[in-house]
């Protein structure tokens, strides 16, 4: 693909498009204020309202007056600004496939996706609601998830099926091996990173789980939450096309600015589960 060829638009939907694909965290949170995002440190307002209350209906009687309802919001500030730059020398665009661009693009939507998920996941200190397993097993791992999955559904009055559990590869190892209550069906498999369900909740394996060490072995900071508990909202600000002045290539730069926030504490809780080193005993 030639510079004269590149139309910033539609590249800027195909890099949408691919970050969709590859999302794992991003995609559990609650993407309904992208707002208009301009630069970094611009805010996006998140509103809501106060609960509604239900009172008894008595036949033949006055309701009490109409509740006032007073309207709130928090504030997402897209703080994080990361960019791509690449080149594709003339020569080796020539003698490879046409595609070498899309597969370039492909590569760059796999960064920044990668980047977006681990700010998700570094997220964890804002958590306060904490389910601590001290020494995790294929043998406990299931009884912990459960646990765990029961206080936040007891906490915030969600639904099984509006929780996901995110949970490290070598966290999703010891699911799989203990197997009890683990479902697995045709549409769980179509979803990136997900191993099966447990308890109506689905679990998903990412890399970018943060493991804090200490010296009996690794926590792993996995998390169980609703869909909407963390916003996001990111811009592909700027999509350019150049030529590098002493360069025989095509160059490709692109701006990707985000932000997100806990903003239902209530409906996610932390799992820090530690799994000992029992390699010398």
């Given amino acids: 693909m030639a510079i004269k060829n590149f139309i910033s638009t539609v590249w800027s939907e195909h890099l949408y498009q691919e970050l969709g694909k590859k999302y794992i965290a991003v995609a559990h949170c609650n993407r309904d204020f992208e707002g208009d995002i301009k630069e970094q440190g611009s805010v996006v307002r998140i509103c809501g309202l106060d609960n509604v209350t239900v009172s008894p209906y008595t036949k033949n009687a006055n309701m009490e007056a109409p509740t006032a309802l007073s309207d709130n919001y928090r504030e997402l500030v897209i703080d994080q600004a990361k960019y791509f730059n690449f080149q ?131 926590q792993h900071k996995c998390f169980v939450r609703t ?22 290539a095509d160059a490709v730069k692109g701006l990707h600015l985000y932000g997100a926030k806990l903003v239902y504490p209530k409906e996610a809780m932390l799992l820090n589960l530690n799994v000992i080193d029992r390699s010398e005993e």
Avoid at 227 to 248: C, G, H, N, T, V
Wanted: proline share 3%; net charge negative; hydrophobic share 40%.
């Fill in 88 to 218: 594709i020398d003339d020569i080796d665009r020539a003698q490879s496939s046409p595609k070498l661009m899309e597969l370039a693009m492909k590569n760059a939507a796999n960064a920044l996706a990668d980047d977006a998920d681990k700010y998700i996941f570094s997220l964890h200190p804002q958590i306060s609601a904490c389910w601590d397993s001290y020494d995790t097993t294929a043998e406990n791992i299931i009884e912990t998830l459960i646990d765990a999955r029961t206080a936040v559904m007891k906490n915030s009055s969600c639904e099984p099926s509006d929780l996901v559990i995110e949970v490290s590869p070598e966290i999703g190892a010891m699911i799989l091996k203990g197997k009890i209550g683990l479902a697995t069906d045709n549409t769980d498999a179509l979803e990136k990173g997900c191993i099966g369900s447990i308890g109506g909740c689905k679990i998903y394996v990412s890399n970018n789980i943060q493991t804090v060490a200490d010296e009996e072995g690794i």
């Fill in 227 to 248: 869909k909407r508990a963390i916003a996001f909202a990111e811009q592909l600000s700027e999509i350019d096309a150049y030529r590098p002045e002493l360069r025989f």
